[in-house]
């Protein structure tokens, strides 16, 4: 077993989780989010860096292709 230091705001987001998602102790939620996180490929991270993203025009025509 170890130990880690937290602050205390990320101590009671911990705890909040723990009750959030009835998980029985703090172990159980780090595991949580670990498996969370090992989800996202590393190769999605940056993958829109440089994006300049779209203009309203676009968004409004990829929101009616969509809905459609």
Do not use: C
């Not at 939620?29 to 991270?45: D, G, N, Q, R």
């Amino acid at each position: 077993m170890k130990t880690v230091a937290l602050s205390d705001t990320t101590w009671e987001k911990l705890k909040s989780m723990r009750e959030k998602e009835k998980l029985d102790n703090l172990n159980e939620v780090i595991e949580a989010l670990l498996k969370k996180s090992e989800k996202v490929p590393k190769s999605m991270f940056g993958v829109d860096k440089g994006s300049k993203g779209y203009s309203l025009r676009e968004h409004e025509e990829f929101q009616r292709d969509f809905h459609e």
